[in-house]
Nanobody, 118 residues
Framework: QVQLVESGGGLVQPGGSLRLSCAAS????????MYWYHQAPGKQRELVAR???????NYADSVKGRFTISRDNAKNTVYLQMNSLKPEDTAVYYC????????????WGQGTQVTVSS
């Protein structure tokens, strides 16, 4: 059974930092591209960052220079380091795993809430 379990969310003041983790099980982690999405209340889910199986990264313009995605294949875990947080970063953050070549092997975590507020 495939599981993606996010952790690390919480309440932080503007300008603060959080590190999200997503631990994967039931998949061969190293052959999956990994994604972080977020969804604010009343809005569509949006891509935040991506890291390929080879380690290449991409970011949404809104988080470039503030967020860093990384992965540890030995721990089957992907991370999202979030710095200089803004109130508009408030959302539920979801981890997503997509297999390199089998499109139906696409899995989601349950999400973790990030709230940026003073």
């Amino acid at each position: 059974q495939v599981q993606l379990v996010e952790s690390g969310g919480g309440l932080v003041q503007p300008g603060g930092s959080l590190r999200l983790s997503c631990a994967a099980s039931g998949i061969i982690f190293r052959v999956y591209d990994m994604y972080w999405y977020h969804q604010a209340p009343g809005k569509q889910r949006e891509l935040v960052a991506r890291i390929t199986s080879g380690g290449s990264t991409n970011y949404a313009d809104s988080v470039k220079g503030r967020f860093t995605i990384s992965r540890d294949n030995a721990k089957n875990t992907v991370y999202l380091q979030m710095n200089s947080l803004k109130p508009e970063d408030t959302a539920v953050y979801y981890c997503n795993a997509k297999h390199l070549s089998v499109s139906r092997w696409d899995y989601w975590g349950q999400g973790t809430q990030v709230t940026v507020s003073s």
